[in-house]
């Protein structure tokens, strides 16, 4: 790629929050979504700066205690990954940092410690993410800048509005897609040393905080961009051709099971994507996979992005709630608790099965998750209640949890956001409906009981 192209690429990607002061100091990556080295839009977009200014290139992470519940398993997937993520920096000739602080707490006072030249960060449309760069841009005088390096095209370009449906946002990402789904150049060995004389207060060892955590519960996959990077390999190689026939069958393995390594960004999906649109299989092979990948992704960001109240009723669409409202006071023939929930404690074996492999294995299949969320509108005394449970079961077990998929998953089920009205039944409303005599009809139910509860029994 010729190097006005290369910087080109790199700088559309961005774009400025905050007007400032640069100062003396280095360019300060403040990486929170996206943790990796390769293929980060991000950090080639704040090394690139950094060259032109001549400057050193500093990469921050900011680890704050119970993250959207987030449990110690959660933590431990991270921070291996963000161990990794240090060393390929520290070879590359650039410094990381841990703070185990919030970001508005800590950034402040430490950009101006260092005179920092300016900040770059990534991109994520949940609230509180987007709560911490607000007050980063209240409290610094330093300029800064944000590069959406999760999506292929940035969510802002996409679309300026929250759409309707898969079927109103695909037009607008198709437009764009041949034009930003590229290769992605390699990050450079940084030429710039960031010669620190000051002591950086109040950052951390990750080596410490690794060791205080334990992973009780879930089994843990290997974690970072190298483990990310073969799953995705092997995948495509054994997994890609049968996905559409098989994505569906929770007894098949046929989904990727990417999803925690591109929800802490150890995996590029625009690399995955630009892999996978050059197989050599044929289009309508990959073609499914690239919807979810693409489509179904940028989606939900776009969601996040428009809708504020992404994790409320207030959320779902007009035609929803007022049908969830008419079916209010529908006698439900089962309410179960919170614990019950947690427990998997209910008449259904299916669904307690479905809650027993989230908590063990940290994920659920795609589409039990979906019967799994519905069912709990069925088992509570309002949809209020019902999505507070279900995102709050799905944050704190699903190891890809705490995600704009997540929130629109769980919205998508219970309040029929991107879908449409279906038959009107009890307590459902025109929600669409699901029970495990659909599930039965798709798949061997009993062998996916026995198989999760064998793995308790162990
Ligand atoms: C109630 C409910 C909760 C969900 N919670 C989450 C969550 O917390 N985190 C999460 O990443 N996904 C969530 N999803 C979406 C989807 O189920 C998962 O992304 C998918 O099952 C992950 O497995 P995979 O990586 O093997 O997917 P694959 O089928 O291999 O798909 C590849 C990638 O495409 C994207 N994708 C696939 N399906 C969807 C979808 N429906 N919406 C948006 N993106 C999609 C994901 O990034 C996924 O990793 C939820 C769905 C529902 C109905």
């Given at each position: 790629m010729d190097i006005n192209r290369r910087n080109k690429d790199i700088v559309r990607r961005g774009r400025r929050l905050k007007n400032g002061r640069r100062g003396d100091g280095p360019v300060v990556y403040w990486v929170s979504r996206?943790?990796?080295?390769?293929?980060?839009?991000?950090?080639?977009?704040?090394?690139?700066e950094a060259i032109s200014r001549q400057k050193g290139l500093l990469v921050v992470f900011c680890l704050v205690p119970d993250y959207l519940g987030a449990?110690?398993?959660?933590?431990?997937?991270?921070?291996?990954?963000?161990?990794?993520?240090?060393?390929?920096?520290?070879?590359?000739?650039?410094?990381?940092?841990?703070?185990?602080?919030?970001?508005?707490?800590?950034?402040?006072?430490?950009?101006?410690?260092?005179?920092?030249?300016?900040?770059?960060?990534?991109?994520?449309?949940?609230?509180?993410?987007?709560?911490?760069?607000?007050?980063?841009?209240?409290?610094?005088?330093?300029?800064?800048?944000?590069?959406?390096?999760?999506?292929?095209?940035?969510?802002?370009m996409v679309s300026d509005k929250k759409e309707y449906a898969a079927y109103t946002i695909r037009p607008k990402i198709k437009r764009l897609l041949d034009d930003f789904l590229t290769d992605i150049p390699p990050?450079?060995?940084?030429?710039?040393?960031?010669?620190?004389?000051?002591?950086?207060?109040?950052?951390?060892?990750?080596?410490?905080?690794?060791?205080?955590?334990?992973?009780?519960?879930?089994?843990?996959r290997g974690a970072g961009e190298a483990s990310a990077q073969f799953a995705a390999d092997s995948f495509i190689k054994i997994g890609l051709e049968n996905y559409s026939e098989r994505r569906n069958n929770p007894c098949l393995n046929g989904q990727s099971g990417l999803s925690p390594y591109l929800h802490f960004g150890h995996l590029s999906a625009q690399r995955l994507a630009w892999v996978v649109s050059r197989d050599k299989l044929p289009i309508e092979t990959k073609e499914p996979f690239l919807e979810e990948l693409i489509?179904?992704?940028?989606?939900?960001?776009?969601?996040?992005?428009?809708?504020?109240?992404?994790?409320?009723?207030?959320?779902?669409?007009?035609?929803?709630?007022?049908?969830?409202d008419q079916h209010r006071c529908d006698e439900r023939a089962y309410l179960y608790s919170f614990?019950?929930?947690?427990?998997?404690?209910?008449?259904?074996?299916?669904?307690?099965?479905?809650?027993?492999?989230?908590?063990?294995?940290?994920?659920?299949?795609?589409?039990?998750?979906?019967?799994?969320?519905?069912?709990?509108?069925e088992w509570t005394p309002n949809p209020e209640t019902a999505l507070e449970y279900a995102i709050r079961l799905n944050d704190r077990y699903s190891l890809d949890g705490r995600d704009p998929n997540g929130y629109a998953g769980v919205a998508w089920s219970i309040g029929?956001?991107?879908?449409?009205?279906?038959?009107?039944?009890?307590v459902f409303g025109k929600i669409r409906y699901m029970n495990e005599a659909g599930c039965r009809r798709k798949f061997d139910v009993?062998?996916?009981?026995?198989?999760?509860?064998?793995r308790e029994r162990e």
């Open positions: 996206d943790q990796r080295v390769r293929d980060n839009w991000a950090l080639l977009w704040a090394q690139q449990k110690s398993s959660q933590y431990l997937f991270m921070l291996r990954g963000l161990a990794r993520m240090q060393k390929k920096l520290h070879e590359m000739n650039i410094h990381f940092t841990l703070f185990e602080q919030s970001p508005d707490d800590i950034l402040p006072g430490f950009l101006r410690q260092i005179d920092a030249h300016l900040l770059v960060s990534d991109f994520d449309p949940l609230r509180i993410k987007r709560q911490w760069t607000e007050q980063l841009i209240a409290q610094v005088v330093t300029p800064i800048y944000q590069v959406d390096t999760h999506n292929i095209i940035p969510a802002w990050l450079q060995h940084h030429p710039f040393s960031w010669a620190h004389t000051l002591a950086l207060a109040g950052s951390s060892s990750l080596a410490r905080v690794i060791s205080t955590l334990n992973s009780s519960g879930c089994e843990l489509v179904r992704r940028e989606l939900s960001d776009n969601f996040c992005l428009y809708e504020p109240l992404y994790d409320t009723f207030a959320g779902f669409p007009a035609w929803a709630r007022k049908s969830l614990h019950d929930l947690e427990a998997g404690n209910t008449h259904e074996q299916l669904w307690n099965a479905c809650q027993i492999d989230l908590v063990q294995s940290g994920k659920l299949h795609g589409y039990l998750r979906m019967y799994w969320a519905k069912k709990i509108l029929g956001v991107h879908d449409r009205a279906w038959a009107e039944r009890p009993n062998s996916y009981m026995s198989s999760v509860f064998a």
